[in-house]
């Protein structure tokens, strides 16, 4: 018997809509959730291999614990109540012995997130990771600094915006589906498209403007656009006046950096620089300048995340249509959100976090999400205090923190390593014990609220049944806490009941979800009034270009700009970002996904490459301070000479997922973990490699 599902997607975290078909208990089919628009039937590349991922028989099929040494490979197949039995004994010993806060949390932000901090502050540990400050770390504290907002509050309306310009946003390769095809609808109805990257991605094939720019240097261009736009009052003085804090600092601060001085850093024709800005600035305010995710990552991000949100405030594109806007919740069409966990009364937690994010030593980079980067520091120096237990619920720290050889040392140091996954990540495979989770096809996960112009809701409904030993996530930590005495916070025995508990009060039930897969708050999208009624969170009420959160704790608002040292005789900027076709760490194992693109390269100038002695295809040493692989060179002239890129996310160790097994090189064992002390980001942009014929 066929039946239709509509559910969420997770083969990566944009959780896009989806309809599902199901025939005796086997998926057949899946698509794009015909009843959401910008999904319409669509799917990327990832979303079509999840069925492969569902079949895939190198998954995690029951719980594992480690005989062997902590890597070695060796293991044994457990029941749960074996291997819960043991997390549990453990965990109480370390609790008894350190406190709560000796234990460390570590995800990838789910739907389920409300139950990993539930879990965490029954326990009285303030050490919850989320991936965030990896992600875009910096992003947020910039979104912060001027608006009072996290950048998770604010979204982009693509559909609608006359011209958009991309840092680096990858964003017809770094793919969010909607996204894609309410650019698509844009560029087709007119809308110009500017991309700025050291390397010819994909996205920059299909822009209107492209600069190779000389990477690290997009601050500089950012300078520049703003002393034109300025000089030459392009900007939007209605808005400005009425709703901007610091412009005459601003201007003072600008007056210095002319294209013409940015031409020579960034290797961008000063004309093409104030034509550019000209450009842009009659489209105004339907106008996006992308504040980006992974684009440039280097040690002063905040203050070019920052220049972005501030070209946006001067064409008054924020909170407008075809340009930003803040996310409206289901209060703004007076409805409830669904409930979570944390909303519980939970025992006070008194250490501090020991990524000290939000303490006077770190005080920025939002305490919510905490940085992932600093904790195999803390553990290494047991600053602040001794870490003993790490879990990873769907977060590889191994590829996903830069350093993979400090890490590994730092996790040496602990006694429990748990990994809840459903591969052989780096990191189960380095752990004590596994617990593998049910897939996304095959479990409901909870609601997901959708903030946006239209508030909605999302659930994500179990299509098949578990094909392996496996739980869905929000029942391993429920039974994980029942050993440890906590069971009270977790007011249900399955996830089904969980969702029910969450909807109550919202005037919606698990049936409404059924006919479309979501349901709405309202009908038509919610912006502010730009004359009087925009709601800005900080201080002032305004936009803080001159910001007190900067300020307040000791930075700088305009800091003077530090030119870009170009790297030495045969070193390069070692950049990475992602393809199409995988996902992160997540994918490269999966069988439709590996074989599409089985390995990574180095993408290196062609002109650099020949003066190595190095040909398409051959392979080469790269080597950075911390560590080194062997690679295949791709040689292009599509690339910076400064600069050589290769694909996050291969190079992986785990001899159960034999398909990636040893295929490509760990961008994570090459990158120094340095990072935006201001900001939060990492700074994985900021390793310079060697490169050699091998
Ligand atoms: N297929 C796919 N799609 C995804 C994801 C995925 O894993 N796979 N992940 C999702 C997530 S979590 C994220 S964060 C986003 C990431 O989406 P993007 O931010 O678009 O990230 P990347 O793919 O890392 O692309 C980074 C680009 O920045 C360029 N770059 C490097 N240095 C510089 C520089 O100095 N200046 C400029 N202007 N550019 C530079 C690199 O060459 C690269 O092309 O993608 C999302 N979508
Ligand atoms: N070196 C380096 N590090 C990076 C980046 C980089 O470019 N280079 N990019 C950064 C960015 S932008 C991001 S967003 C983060 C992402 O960092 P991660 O969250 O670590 O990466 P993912 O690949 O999304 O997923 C991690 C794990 O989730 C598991 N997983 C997948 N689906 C499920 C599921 O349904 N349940 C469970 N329990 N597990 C599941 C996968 O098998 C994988 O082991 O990495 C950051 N770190
Ligand atoms: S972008 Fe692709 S992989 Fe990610 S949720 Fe959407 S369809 Fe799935
Ligand atoms: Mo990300």
């Known amino acids: 018997m066929e039946k239709e599902v509509f559910s969420l997607c997770h083969m990566c975290s944009v959780r896009c809509p989806i309809r599902v078909l199901a025939e ?5 089919w899946i698509e794009g959730n015909p009843h959401v628009p910008g999904m319409e039937g669509s799917l990327c590349p990832r979303g079509a291999a999840g069925i492969n991922m569902l079949y895939d028989d190198e998954r995690v099929q029951a719980p594992m614990i480690r005989v062997g040494e902590r890597g070695s490979g060796q293991w044994r197949k457990a029941s749960w109540d074996e291997a819960l039995d043991l997390i549990g004994d453990k965990l109480k010993t370390i609790i008894d012995e350190h406190g709560g806060h000796s234990v460390v949390l570590g995800e990838r932000a789910q739907l389920a997130t409300h139950v990993s901090k539930t879990f965490l502050k029954a ?135 002319n294209p013409e001085w940015a031409e020579k850093e960034t290797g961008i024709p000063a004309n093409e620089i104030v034509d550019f800005a000209r450009e842009i600035s009659k489209d105004k305010p339907n106008v996006i300048f992308h504040f980006g995710y992974r684009g440039a990552h280097h040690v002063n991000e905040i203050y070019l995340r920052r220049s972005i949100l501030i070209l946006n405030a001067l064409m008054g594109s924020i909170e407008s249509k ?54 195999p520091y803390a553990i290494l120096n047991e600053d602040p205090y001794p870490i003993k237990a790490y879990i990873a619920f769907r977060f590889d720290p191994l590829m996903s923190i830069a350093d993979a050889n ?83 916070f977790f007011p249900y025995d399955s996830v089904d009941e969980l969702v029910d508990w969450q909807l109550k009060g919202t005037g919606f039930t698990r049936d409404d979800f059924k006919k479309k897969g979501f349901v709405a708050y309202g009908k038509s999208p919610i912006f502010w009034d730009r004359e009087n009624g925009l709601k800005f969170k900080t201080p002032s009420g305004k936009i803080e270009m001159k910001s007190s959160l900067l300020e307040d704790a000791g930075f700088s608002s305009f800091p003077s700009y530090e030119p870009v040292p170009a790297p ?12 199409a076709q995988h996902t992160h760490v997540s994918t490269q194992n999966n069988p439709y996904l590996n074989h599409i693109c089985p390995e990574n390269e180095l993408w290196i100038n062609d002109k650099k490459a020949a003066e190595l002695g190095v040909s398409n295809g051959d392979k080469v040493k790269v080597a950075s301070s911390v560590g080194n692989g062997i690679i295949k060179a791709k040689v292009t002239e599509l690339i910076h000479p400064e600069t050589v ?49 091998a």
């Open 322 to 375: 075809g340009g930003l806007f803040f996310k409206k919740g289901p209060g703004d069409e007076g409805g409830k959100a669904a409930r979570k966990l944390v909303s519980q009364d939970f025992p006070k937690t008194e250490a501090i976090r020991c990524d000290k994010a939000g303490t006077p030593d770190f005080p920025l980079p939002d305490p919510a999400h905490g940085c992932p980067q600093i904790l």
């Open 568 to 579: 030495e005789d045969n070193r390069f900027r070692l950049v990475v970002g992602r393809v």
């Open 123 to 257: 326990i009285k540990s303030p050490n919850y990771f989320s991936h965030d400050a990896l992600c875009k770390g910096s992003v947020n504290t910039a979104c912060r600094s001027l608006f009072g907002y996290t950048d998770g509050q604010m979204g982009m309306d693509y559909k609608n915006t006359k011209n958009i310009v991309l840092y680096g946003r990858n964003i017809f390769e770094s793919i969010s589906v909607k996204e894609v095809n309410n650019l698509m609808a844009a560029l087709e109805n007119g809308a110009k498209m500017t991309y700025i990257d050291p390397r010819v991605s994909i996205t920059a094939t299909k822009a209107h403007r492209y600069w190779m720019i000389r990477p690290g240097t997009d601050l500089a261009l950012n300078y520049a656009l703003i002393h034109v736009i300025l000089k030459e009052r392009l900007y939007d003085a209605a808005y400005v006046n009425k709703w901007v804090e610091g412009f005459k600092e601003l201007q003072e601060f600008v007056n210095a950096y």
């Open 645 to 693: 890129f290769m694909l996050h996310g291969f190079g992986h160790e785990a001899k159960y997922g034999t398909r990636a097994l040893d295929k490509g090189v760990s961008d994570a064992e090459l990158q120094e973990n340095i990072y935006d002390k201001i900001g939060g980001s990492p700074a994985y942009h900021d390793t310079f490699v060697s490169v050699e014929p």
């Open 406 to 488: 400090q890490t590994k040392k730092a996790l040496d140091k602990l006694d429990l390593v748990v990994s809840i996954d459903i591969n052989y990540s780096n990191i189960a495979w380095y752990s004590d014990v596994i617990l593998p989770e049910s897939s996304f096809l095959e479990r409901t996960d909870c609601i997901q609220q959708m903030n946006g112009l239209k508030p909605q809701m999302f659930l994500r409904e179990k299509v098949v049944d578990p094909r392996y030993d496996t739980k869905d996530g929000v029942m391993i930590l429920k039974e994980i806490a029942n050993r440890l005495g906590t069971g009270e």
């Open 24 to 28: 005796d208990g086997q998926v057949k």
